[in-house]
């Protein structure tokens, strides 16, 4: 599966475009660690870079950058990698925090 579809990639990068500091925009994807600690839930993407903004867990929730070319190539138990969650819909930070 893809991790990111086209749709969701061009949300994204709208979202960065849109951003003057001051904006805060819904998490569009969530990413996840099937086997281990590891979840990501993304409003925006520098195109340029590949670095997504977004509220990150792995021990403790907090926003951050991360590189999406990273999370394609990690692979953790059994070989499995990072995978997008194919039924999450758009929600605010505020909503993904209590998720």
Excluded at 38 to 55: H, I, K, M, Q, R
Aim: aromatic share 10%; hydrophobic share 35%.
């Amino acid at each position: 599966m893809k991790q990111i579809t086209k749709a969701i990639k061009e949300k994204l990068i709208a979202n960065h475009k849109k951003q003057d500091g001051t904006k805060e925009f819904k998490a569009v994807l969530k990413l996840f660690n099937p086997t281990g600690a590891g979840t990501w839930y993304l409003s925006e993407l520098d195109p340029e870079t590949n670095v997504a903004f977004g509220l990150c867990h792995i021990t403790d929730k907090e926003f951050g950058y991360v590189n999406l070319n990273e999370l394609a190539n990690f692979r953790g138990q059994m070989g499995l990698g990072i995978e997008r969650d194919r039924l999450f819909t758009p929600k605010t930070f505020k909503e993904c925090e209590n998720l």
